[in-house]
Each structure stands twice: as C-alpha cells, then as structure tokens.
C-alpha cells in the first residue's frame, strides 16, 4: 500500500510542477529556516555546502548543532512544548516514528510531495524502498531518508598481523581473539564498543541476532530472556568488561570512534556512517580493515541497518520554505557531493552510480566499506530493541540497564535479562 502512495505522490507531484513550467526555487527568497541536527558524519560534510543551499533559493539558514544526548533533549523539549521556532530537525525513524506522528510532531510531506512545492526532478521513488518507507507511518509521509548506515566490524590489521593473529572467524572468538592481542601489545586495548545508556541497542542488535536471539518470542511478545539473546548480551558485555577501555559505561559513539581513530583499539563494532571520519587520521586509511560483524558459530549473520532522515515539525510556520530545504538536502547533487566523503547514500541512483563506484575503488579501505554496506542492506533488519510501536526510549533504556549490569559485573546476562521480561511485554500494551 506504501508503495503505490508513494508512486501517486511522485505522479501528482511531477504533473503539477511541469504544468507550472520551470520549477522556482527562489519562491522563497528572504526567508529564514531553523534546523536543528545531530552532531553526526552527515552533519559535519554538510556544513561546508550550507551556503549553497542559500545561493540557489536566496533562503537563510539559522542551523543549532548538538551532540546526541544534548540533541535528543532539546529536540524533544521543542516538539514537546509545541515551538513553532522549528522548522526541520534530523530523526531516526526506527527509534521514533510511531510516537513522533502520533503526537503531531511531524509535517505531512505527502502533501507537499503533491503540490507545485515539489521539483519535478526530486524524483522521491528514486529512495530505497526500505529506507523510504521507514519514513512512512499509517500511510503519512513523515521524513526523507539522508544515508543508509548500520554498525561494521572494524579491526587494526597491521597489529593482527605483528601478533600473527587471524580475523575472528565467529563472533564467540572474540574474547579469545582479545585475550590475545592483550597479551602481545598491551599498549592497544583489544575492544571498544558503546556503554552508554540508551546507545548499547545499535551495536549490541549483532551480537543478539548472531547468537540466535531475538528482541521478540515466537509469539510476537518482547523479550531479552530467549537463549541466544541472552548469550549475546554476555558476550557483548564480557567484551567490554574484561577487553574494554576504563569507563566504557560512559561511552557513546563520539568516544568509540574517537578511540579507534587515533590508533588505541584494536577492534570495535561501529557506525558505518563514521567511516570518513576515522579515515581523516593519520595511519587510519592504511592499516584499517573494515567488514560486517563477524557470524555467529551458528552460521547466521543478522546484521542491523538503518536511516537517518530529516523531517519538518508539524508545528512549523515555514513548512513550504522547509520542503525546499529537505529537498536539495535529499537531493541527488547534494547526495553525490557527500557520497565522496564517506556519506553512504539513500538514493539508489547515486548508491549504484559510477561516481561513487568509482570513489570506492581508489582505495582498499573504502572498497572494503561499500562492500560491507552491501551486505548490511541486502541481509540486515532495523529492529535492535524489544518491539513496541511509541515507548521504543523506554525499551532502549531497560536494555541499557541490563547491559550495564552485566559490564559492571553486578549481574549476569541470563538474570539480568530475564528479570525485566514484565518490563518490556508491558511497553508493548
């Protein structure tokens, strides 16, 4: 059903605009948009095209920039208080949609996808299915996916190969793959992964789904309590415990990233979506290899994969003036642009494109990270939580908190995990 709105939306869309000839971006011209992001890779490429986007409309740009937790709290105050002062924000679909349209926070973009406010070279299907539809609530148009990103195993091959070590073949090699990079170079901490409350469920969706567990019982009903679910909670959180840097329970993506870039891990299971960033240190491009996380000694490889996008707050007063930003932000010039630096593109055309192909294939490095995207799209899910359609925080934080307990070594994963199965089924009621 999504799919033949979006292709009504697209039809309607492109007619209306021919009809009116020549599509105006200065309609606009003298205007101000607010738009708020997340300090996130894509964040950082666009900031040097900003002043573009205002050449071609004549459009002002007010853009706030924050780190994650600081972001997600200030986005939600807005949203909450019903400020008309935001125009577009960035959102994670998987995390929020359900709840962020059912409270009215979002702009129906169908409704401008249909009108004359819409280019007639957007071509909005040309979006991965996927990824366009992760935007998509109850049939309403909700955002516009910017990236395709999911967690990849990145390893130090150089000090694999100076301790004649191999690659994990499985993901329960890896305590003993660790305890020997200890042992040879103490100087490198063999693992870093996210500690954080709140953040673990991105990273941690691998090792449960490897480990032949599940965010859901057979029965559809949430649960960390099933075999493989709980192994993979031990093992991420043995990882981290015993092979880990001081302070992992503090760390998020920022100080994970920050240490695999400067050189002092061996091994993580990170965002693909900072791979320009670690390429940008010194060493990084040539002794970094990168693929999916390794399977689990069960054969399965269930990696997790994901979106961005950026939306329009229901609440805004300059939604039209908005669209034209989404617009060029999602555009396939812009997504070319950033695709260059690292920014894995949403739109197929650009995603398959010879551009980008051939960007890939000047170095090992990125040829290794494209392959290991096209294998997260083709096999991986978007579900790293236990299932509930509004109350998805919540589920990441009794996730978080069980992940802690099992860091600090203040419980183990099969009683931690299944002493909130009361918790998550009720998130689902």
């Not at 760390?251 to 900072?274: K, L, P, Y």
Request: with cysteine.
């Amino acid at each position: 059903m999504r799919v033949l709105t979006a292709g009504i939306l697209l039809a309607l869309s492109t007619a209306s605009a021919f009809a009116q000839g020549t599509f105006d971006w200065r309609k606009h011209d003298g205007e101000t948009v607010n738009v708020m992001l997340n300090n996130l890779a894509w964040t950082q490429a666009m900031r040097e095209h900003m002043d573009a986007f205002t050449e071609k409309t004549g459009i002002k740009l007010r853009v706030e920039t924050f780190s994650e937790e600081q972001y997600r709290s200030r986005l939600t105050t807005l949203l909450q208080g019903g400020s008309s002062d935001l125009d577009v924000y960035m959102t994670l679909p998987s995390r929020e949609a359900p709840l962020f349209e059912s409270s009215g926070w979002y702009a129906d973009l169908g409704a401008m996808l249909k009108g004359a406010a819409t280019d007639p070279a957007y071509e909005y299907d040309d979006f991965s299915k996927a990824l366009r539809d992760s935007g998509v609530v109850s049939e309403k148009v909700t955002s516009v996916p910017i990236n395709v990103e999911g967690p990849l195993f990145y390893w130090r091959h150089d000090i694999f190969e100076k301790c004649g070590i191999e690659k994990p073949a499985t993901l329960e090699a890896l305590t003993a793959t660790a305890a020997k990079l200890k042992e040879c170079d103490a100087s490198i901490t063999p693992w870093a992964a996210r500690g954080l409350r709140g953040t673990v469920g991105y990273p941690l969706g691998g090792f449960v789904y490897n480990s032949g567990g599940d965010f859901k019982d057979a029965d559809g009903k949430a649960t960390l309590c099933l075999p493989g679910t709980v192994k993979g909670i031990g093992l991420y959180g043995e990882m981290l415990r015993e092979y880990g840097p001081p302070g992992a329970t503090n760390h998020t993506f920022t100080q994970v990233i920050d240490q695999i870039a400067q050189g002092r891990v061996a091994m993580t299971n990170e965002s693909s979506n900072e791979f320009a960033t670690i390429m940008k240190y010194p060493g990084r491009p040539e002794d970094i290899s990168v693929g999916v996380l390794p399977k689990g000694e069960n054969g399965v490889s269930k990696p997790i994969v994901i979106n961005w996008s950026l939306a329009i707050s229901g609440k805004s007063e300059r939604q039209e003036a908005a669209w034209y930003f989404l617009q060029w932000a999602t555009g396939k010039e812009i997504q070319g642009t950033l695709a260059k630096n690292g920014i894995a593109p949403s739109r197929v055309s650009v995603f398959n494109g010879e551009d980008f192909k051939g960007w890939a294939s000047e170095s090992r490095a990125r040829g290794e990270w494209l392959n290991a995207l096209l294998e997260i799209s083709q096999t991986g899910v978007s579900l790293y939580q236990t299932p509930t359609l509004t109350r998805t925080p919540e589920a990441r934080e009794i996730l978080s908190n069980v992940v802690q307990q099992v860091i600090l070594g203040q419980s183990d994963a099969q009683t931690a995990a299944c002493a909130v199965t009361d918790q998550v089924q009720a998130l689902q009621q």
